[in-house]
């Protein structure tokens, strides 16, 4: 049997309200749409994009100080996240999640570069996912926008 790719779907689909990019997991809507039939490299693959575009945004706002600290934090509070998934994605999801209860960053092993509180950051961050990844959308080339002959 092969292995399990579990889906980075967090339960905030933005998709169903007409976003073409979801604000939760940051996959377009058609890779939701087709994420049954991928495969296990095509999920693997696009996890490691997914990764890269939160790690890429969160390094603009945030540094990860205690990676271990970060990762028993998410323990701690049951936020799911993968073995092989980069700190600052962790850092991503923990803000998502955590942003109204954490008071200080330091007890999650993160620093915010401009000093912000937890929801600021997370704020910011989300604004810049979006955008980012409305961008990759933009220049990227889906075949399912076609139009049929």
Do not use: K, N
């Amino acid at each position: 049997m092969g292995e399990r790719i579990v889906s980075p779907c967090v339960g905030v689909c933005s998709t169903t309200l007409g976003d073409r990019v979801c604000r939760g997991c940051q996959r377009t809507d058609s890779e939701i749409r087709d994420w049954p039939a991928y495969s296990g490299g095509e999920r693997r693959a696009r996890l490691v994009d997914i990764d890269r575009l939160r790690a890429e945004v969160a390094a603009r706002h945030l540094v990860v100080e205690d990676a271990a600290l970060l990762e028993t934090q998410l323990q701690r509070y049951r936020i799911r996240f993968r073995e092989d998934q980069p700190a600052l994605s962790r850092a991503v999801e923990l803000l998502r999640v955590g942003r109204g209860r954490i008071q200080e960053l330091a007890r999650y092993g993160l620093a915010g570069l401009d000093h912000q509180d937890a929801a600021s950051l997370h704020a910011a961050i989300a604004r810049d996912l979006l955008a980012t990844a409305d961008r990759r959308l933009a220049t990227s080339f889906d075949s399912t926008d076609l139009p049929t002959p």
